[in-house]
């Protein structure tokens, strides 16, 4: 039987795409970084992981289960989900030792449930979401909140996944790795909020939506143990990279940290290339973004004008592009030139046609080139890359910067948002595990 209140949130949480990137461990089991980094968060209107957790006494054998995505998942002893619902428990407790009065959901048993609203395999961020998800819909149950402070809860999130705890904020984040052994200074914080920036969007160019070959656990490792080249890259590089695109961030100063941006994701690509046996994540296609991307910039600069548009790669081969609102149209253009009959999910209405359309690859003739008029600068040489083969970019995804995690709802099984039934089980199931 369950018991009368319903000890219930449902949360939602960002992905963030880092441009100062997160590439190696000093401590495998803490998760603590060999640098520094800062990332963007995205708008979780457009993507996100939504998560709901319930506490109740009558949960036992086993005492916590875990659905993504529909599917169970095994809570493994010495994983790092394990971790992350033993710290928020042992942080609960610590309020109910404080406060009588406060029933002992610390005792209860556990029933989670998540989702992505984008595909889990799509190499998007899914865990930097899915792991700020869970650590803030526990801190919602547990009415953690004011007496723990976010980035507090970025510490634990971090021990899920890394990149993760810089998705507990909005806006622009930094991730102090901190130099303390056991990670208490290991923490994100706000470098600015969403509103200060809230004119930087970002085009998401989903050039394959297979899983990658080396997952980013193992490889940054390999980095670690065999690249000479990451020893600079975490004394001399990111250091000074920094403070310069903080500045560029609170200065609003888009050249700087497009400039930015786009060196230290090509100095992280050059130490997957610095590793022993080599890393690679960019493809043909990332490169011909690269090249696109920097011939655009080349010609606006030699008018006179700044860059048009930043590029950064994770893990990956999709090319995550920022710019200012007023180029946007113009970057879609062009990679909807080069690359043709991509899927677009147009949420902000550029081609203009109904409330976010939806273009779907297969009817769509193909883009001409923008014209001066649409602010292609003068000087563009268009035999910069070839117009490639229909769906060599699948999938553009236009979204913004965003704010942090969201509580949806408290309480009840029967509100409309949770994912979890009256029995504490999914919504919905799925039979099997996604292949
Ligand atoms: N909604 C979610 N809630 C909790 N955990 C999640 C969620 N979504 C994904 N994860 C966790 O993240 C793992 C996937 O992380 P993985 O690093 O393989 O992919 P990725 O995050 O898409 O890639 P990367 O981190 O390299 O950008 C899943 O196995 C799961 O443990
Ligand atoms: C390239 C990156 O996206 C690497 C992300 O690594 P993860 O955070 O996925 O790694 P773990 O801490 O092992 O879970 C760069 C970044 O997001 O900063």
Redesign the pocket.
């Known amino acids: 039987m369950a018991s009368s209140t319903i000890y219930e949130a449902t949360c939602s949480a960002p992905v ?3 441009v100062i ?3 190696g ?1 000093r401590d495998t089991s803490l ?1 603590l970084p060999t640098n520094d ?1 800062l ?1 963007v968060t995205l708008d979780q209107d457009h993507l996100r992981s939504v998560t709901t957790a319930r506490a109740d006494p009558s949960f036992s054998s086993p005492p916590e289960r875990l659905w993504l995505n529909g599917v169970e998942e095994e809570i493994k002893s010495q994983g790092r989900m394990r971790t992350c619902i033993d710290e928020m428990r042992k942080l609960r407790k610590g309020l109910e030792d404080k406060d009588d009065k406060l029933p002992k959901l610390s005792t209860y048993g556990l029933r989670i449930c998540s989702e992505n609203n984008f595909p889990t395999a799509a190499g998007l ?1 899914s ?2 979401s899915g792991f700020a998800a869970l650590i803030y819909t526990l801190a919602s149950l547990y009415e953690l909140q004011p007496a723990v402070s976010t980035s507090h809860l970025s510490r634990i999130a971090r021990q899920g ?4 705890c810089r998705s507990l904020f909005g806006g622009f984040v930094a991730w102090q790795g901190g130099e303390t052994t056991d990670g208490s200074d290991s923490l994100a914080v706000e470098v600015a909020p969403q509103e200060h920036w809230s004119e930087l969007q970002a085009l998401i160019c989903v050039v394959s939506d297979a899983k990658k070959g080396t997952p ?2 193992a490889g ?1 490792q390999r980095t670690v143990a065999t690249s000479p080249l990451l020893q600079h890259r975490i004394r001399e590089v990111v250091p000074a990279r920094m403070k310069d695109i903080s500045q560029a961030i609170k200065a609003r100063d888009f050249n700087r940290f497009a400039e930015i941006t786009m060196a230290d994701s090509n100095n ?1 690509h050059a130490t997957c290339l610095d590793t022993s046996p080599p890393i690679f994540y960019m493809n043909d296609v990332s490169r011909a973004i690269v090249q696109l991307v920097e011939e655009v910039n080349r010609a606006s600069e030699e008018a006179g004008k700044g860059k048009i548009v930043a590029y950064t790669y ?2 990956g081969p999709n090319a995550v592009l920022y710019a200012p609102k007023e180029n946007v149209s113009l970057v879609l253009g062009l990679i909807r030139h080069y690359f043709p009959n991509a899927d677009f999910d147009d949420t902000f209405n550029l081609l203009s046609s109904g409330a976010n359309a939806s273009h779907r690859g297969a009817n769509q003739p193909a883009s001409p080139l923008p014209t001066q008029e649409q602010g292609l600068p003068a000087g563009f040489n268009s035999a910069v890359i070839p117009v490639h083969e229909a769906g060599a970019v699948r999938r553009l995804i236009h979204t913004q910067v965003g704010d942090g995690p969201r509580l949806l709802a408290r309480g009840g099984a029967d509100d409309e948002v949770g994912l979890l039934n009256a029995e504490g089980e999914p919504k919905r199931l799925q039979r099997s595990k996604r292949a």
């Open positions: 963030n795409i880092a990137k997160y590439w461990k998760i980094s990332s961020a865990s930097a996944s890394g990149s993760a980013s656990t940054m992280f994770d893990a």
